[in-house]
């Protein structure tokens, strides 16, 4: 990815740096598909808890390029599955997860037991922000 300037991060930090609704697009058979998921940002990636068996995760695991949308923002990534939530590779980031998401984490959607629990991460290769009249490309 081209690095983000310094105001962009900071702007990309309060906007989503906290739980957000984004919208996520994959592909599959070159037929489009987009979802609305939680998501959390930090340093020029995105994450969100999911089920390893989704259609999303299926989809990522055959072709990774992703584009997503949030609040005057526009992005292509490459989505990765991190694995389990609870594996100890993902702990800093897990109960990151878990503050930033605790308004809904522990409703019963979310199993933490099932290995099927992960952690994608959208790592972010370009994208263009939106704020205050100025236009931001990275």
């Given amino acids: 990815m081209k690095k983000m300037c310094e105001e962009a991060e900071k702007i990309m930090t309060e906007r989503f740096g906290k739980d957000t609704v984004i919208a996520l697009a994959t592909v599959e058979n ?3 598909y987009v979802r609305y998921v939680n998501a959390y940002y930090e340093d020029g990636a995105f994450y969100v808890i999911t089920h390893a ?10 072709n990774p390029v ?5 609040e005057w ?3 292509h990534g490459r989505g990765i599955n991190s694995g389990y939530f609870g594996k100890e590779e993902n702990h800093k980031i897990a109960e990151k997860l878990k503050l930033v998401f605790s308004e809904w984490i522990d409703n019963g959607h979310t199993d933490f037991d099932d290995e099927n629990t992960v952690i994608l991460c959208v790592e972010l290769t370009d994208g ?3 704020s205050h009249g100025t236009r931001y490309e990275f």
């Fill in 53 to 62: 068996l989704s259609n999303k995760m299926k989809h990522m695991e055959r």
């Fill in 73 to 75: 923002f526009t992005a």
């Fill in 30 to 32: 070159e037929v489009p």
């Fill in 128 to 130: 263009l922000l939106f």
């Fill in 66 to 70: 992703v584009a997503i949308a949030g």
